[in-house]
């Protein structure tokens, strides 16, 4: 069942930037704009997205005290109807006109609803609207938020003022970006140098050989996507198994066909979840390895590495702690990736493979409040203060989740380009560590306050 999206209104006297807010909130131009006062006749909603905040936006007619009977009272009428449905209220003024009697009124009998009230000055760029905030102060909303709709300024602002009253905790039936998926089959790619034996774990997962096996290098010249039911101690789980073409160097890539097997390869990634690297315990942890590990984490997919023919391996217990200690070294972006013996001739190790695959889609599609993830965050900065380069502090001020599938953070404060990379690592860490992403790709975006949508 679809979440109830928290409701917000938009609500002020004609022309005071309204539907330009709208317009930058939803995203599309669904609302006219033009300079001539009462354009938006209508009451429009839209879905609504501010920084990881999703909500439905109503965008309300120009409030005009009249008669209920002509068209500026059925405007009103409107108004208020959307303002009784909102969980909150943004009531707009415009800085540089300042305030005019029929801002008193509006807020007046905003001050007798229920609904909770954020006081927007709008068109604040510049010294032009100084006075009109000064002004607005009468109006017994407190502070108000101080943005430009038109040119994106201040909307980080408006999120920290929205958070209290729009933020959903965990099990208020928060639905996740992909949530569609999340029953649907585990998209699996399995991927690896040549005669690493993908081919041969793939057989061995669905258990018939459907596929031609054989001693020579790149004998899998096209992906090939299989669906199948694996067995689970409740039932059974969908699966859908990529099976790529060898990826080699590139200098030993010679031939048409090859090239087009390795570019299958990489876009059987695109189209995968989760990716198993297969390595060959017979050869160990190569460079060419770890370049193809890091090509599935750029590409932001969640990744396992799986050593096969464990049943033949050498020392296999020294041999599995010098690929752990590579593997933590050379990808140094993500610790603690998944690392599982498997044989694919004998079946070894091969259900805790899809377990882990089932738990790392998981945690790739996780998603975390924004108030859960911002007592995290004060904790964090409590813990490790960010450094004060030049003896000028940096000033970090919240984070939110953007996205899932990877994971997404953007992380809001001032001077943030000069926060250092082992500093946004100790961030992405405790972030893994403390939230439950496990070691999935995680990014974080930093954004000064100013103007978070600007390039």
Do not use: C
Not at 191 to 208: Q, Y
Not at 385 to 404: D, F
């Amino acid at each position: 069942m679809a979440r109830r999206l928290p409701v917000v209104a938009i609500v002020g006297r004609p022309n005071v930037g309204k539907s330009t807010l709208f317009n930058r909130l939803v995203g599309k131009k669904l609302a006219l704009v033009d300079d001539m006062p009462g354009v938006t006749r209508d009451r429009r909603e839209g879905e609504a997205h501010l920084l990881g905040l999703d909500f439905r936006l109503f965008d309300t007619a120009g409030f005009e005290d009249e008669d209920p009977q002509s068209l500026p009272g059925r405007m009103r009428v409107q108004t208020e109807a959307a303002v009784a449905e909102a969980d909150v209220a943004l009531f707009l003024i415009d800085a540089r006109a300042g305030i005019v009697p029929l801002d008193a009124e509006i807020a007046r009998w905003l001050r007798g609803s229920t609904t909770p009230v954020i006081l927007v000055a709008n068109k604040a760029e510049g010294r032009a609207g100084e006075s009109g905030i000064l002004e607005s102060l009468e109006l017994g909303f407190g502070d108000p938020v101080q943005l430009s709709a038109e040119h994106g300024e201040g909307i980080a602002d408006l999120f920290e003022a929205l958070l209290p009253h729009i933020d959903r905790e965990e099990g208020e039936g928060e639905e996740d970006d992909g949530e569609e998926d999340e029953d649907g089959p585990l998209k699996l790619a399995i991927v690896g140098r040549p005669n690493a034996g993908k081919s041969t774990l793939v057989n061995r997962i669905l258990g018939e050989d459907r596929m031609i096996t054989g001693p020579e290098a790149g004998i899998t010249r096209d992906s090939i996507a299989i669906d199948l039911a694996w067995p689970h101690e409740e039932g059974t789980r969908p699966l859908r198994l990529i099976d790529t073409a060898g990826l080699r160097k590139k200098a030993k890539v010679q031939d048409k066909l090859e090239k087009l097997s390795a570019a299958d390869a990489l876009h059987a990634v695109d189209f995968a979840e989760v990716v198993v690297l297969l390595l060959d315990a017979t050869r160990g942890l190569e460079v060419q390895d770890l370049r193809i590990a890091d090509r599935v984490l750029e590409e932001g997919r969640a990744l396992i590495i799986a050593i096969n023919k464990w049943d033949v391996a050498e020392n296999p217990s020294s041999l599995f702690q010098g690929v752990r200690k590579a593997l933590d070294e050379g990808l140094a972006q993500v610790k603690g990736v998944p690392l599982i013996a498997v044989s694919a001739a004998t079946g070894k190790g091969l259900d805790q493979l899809i377990d882990v695959a089932f738990q790392t889609r998981e945690a790739w599609s996780k998603r975390v409040s924004t108030g859960q993830l911002n007592r995290w965050f004060e904790r964090a900065i409590e813990a490790n203060p960010p450094p004060a380069p030049g003896g000028k502090r940096i000033k970090l001020r919240y984070v939110t989740q953007a996205k899932t599938r990877p994971p997404g953070f953007v992380l809001f404060g001032t001077r943030v380009d000069q926060l250092p990379e082992s500093y946004r690592r100790y961030l992405v860490n405790g972030i893994r560590r403390e939230l439950g992403f496990g070691a999935v790709p995680v990014r974080l975006t930093l954004r000064a306050p100013k103007n978070p949508y600007g390039k």
